[in-house]
């Protein structure tokens, strides 16, 4: 089986020093553009300061990581999925509450839509069959049993024995410019991921300066602050230069580590183009059953068919996610770690650390599971709630 190529390689900021070969196949990942302040004049936040809730980071810091050696137990691959999923869940509800912050209320637009959902309902009750000879035990396990079947079939159009599907191809690439955003942070942290106390040994003189100017911003400023200046423009270029300082130390520092990245997204890549060709498809029919059952799909309102209903959509994307990572996260862990292992000198002990972190599982998480959620809608399979896409937008 060929495997896709990584998709097109984009360079890395200049670096000031010779950079060493790369394989040919390794995608190029720049910076993130989230770290590069849009202009020169003072940021609102630090150039490490991190959007997600600080909360995530206790839940990352309770993941199990890599033995020294490069090794993880089946339990410990187990309790990074549930950790993975459960930042999945954290990152969601906090887009919830940022979305309800932002929503105005419009009292004659709610009495409106609540309109045309009575009117809506009053049809779907109107076209319902009146009666069922069949008693109820049966139905349910009628309605269970065609629920588990076509939640395979429609699962077995983009998770194909032996061929990448084209949807999941494109998402491949934006899972690996998630990866290489969470590796430039973890790169740019003073502490190891996942850890709340070890600090990092310093490489790179461009590192160690960067860590030290971007902690001392707030003195520095103040400083400028307390100069007397001829003009004003004096002021603002001099903190003009400091910031131009800053980032070209960050660039120049992220540009050393971009080798390694190359690298990990290859074998990300390869990874994940296996288990979506060769590991998953054989395992659809298991978790179609297990999903419909803990989700208890069929004892929901089934006046709509043979479909699952927005107001069973939580309990799906719970059950359904659950069972994806519970099958991704150790095949992946096993896989990516048995790559970095062999090369003794390429990787850091940190970077084994990297490549289990659960936050690449949720980020893998959301990018698959959500193309998945809109195929099933798009064929008739699954009812989305109303403000789901809106909400998923919200924070971004």
């Known amino acids: 089986m060929s495997l896709p190529k990584p998709s097109q390689q984009m360079p890395p900021p200049k670096p000031s020093q010779p950079k060493p070969s790369q394989p040919k196949s390794a995608q190029q990942m720049p910076p993130p553009k989230s770290a590069q302040p849009s202009s020169l004049a003072r940021p609102a936040q630090s150039t490490l300061s991190q959007s997600k809730p600080k909360s995530s980071s206790k839940l990352a810091a309770r993941a199990p990581v890599p033995s020294p050696e490069g090794f993880m137990s089946t339990a410990a691959k187990i309790s990074l999925a549930d950790v993975a999923l459960a930042l999945r869940d954290e990152q969601l509800q906090a887009r919830v509450v940022h979305y309800r912050a932002d929503l105005a209320t419009n009292a004659e637009l709610d009495a409106v839509t609540a309109q045309v959902i009575a009117d809506l309902q009053s049809l779907q009750a109107a076209a319902r069959p009146s009666g069922s000879s069949r008693p109820v035990s049966a139905d349910r396990a009628a309605l269970e049993a065609e629920l588990i079947q076509t939640l395979k079939e429609m699962l077995g159009r983009i998770f194909r024995r032996g061929k990448l599907a084209t949807l999941i191809q494109r998402k491949l690439g934006e899972v690996a410019k998630r990866f290489a955003r969470l590796f430039f942070e973890s790169e740019l942290a003073e502490k190891i991921r996942g850890s709340n106390d070890e600090m990092k040994m310093m490489r790179f003189a461009d590192q160690a300066l960067f860590l030290a100017l971007n902690r001392s911003e707030s ?31 960050r660039n ?13 997204v290859k074998y990300l890549n390869e990874v994940l183009s296996r288990f979506f060709t060769e590991k998953l498809p054989p395992e659809l029919g298991n978790l179609a059953r297990d999903v419909v059952k803990e989700a208890r799909l069929a004892d929901a309102n089934t006046s709509a068919g043979y479909k699952i209903s927005s107001s069973s959509f939580g309990m799906f994307r719970q059950a359904f996610e659950r069972g994806f990572l519970q099958r991704l996260v150790p095949y992946t862990e096993d896989e990516m770690l048995a790559r970095v292992r062999p090369t003794a000198g390429q990787f850091r002990s940190e970077t084994l650390r990297f490549v289990a972190d659960p936050a690449i599982f949720s980020e893998l998480c959301e990018v698959i599971c959500d193309a998945v959620y809109d195929m099933l809608y798009n064929d008739g399979f699954l009812d989305l709630p109303s ?4 909400r998923l937008s919200a924070a971004d």
Do not use: C, G
């Open 219 to 249: 003195v520095i400023l103040a400083q400028l602050d307390s100069f007397q200046y001829v003009q004003p423009h004096v002021r603002q270029r001099a903190e003009e230069v400091y910031f131009a300082m800053v980032k070209n130390l």
């Open 252 to 264: 120049e520092f992220l540009a050393r580590t971009t080798p390694e990245l190359n690298v990990l």
């Open 387 to 390: 403000d789901w896409r809106a």
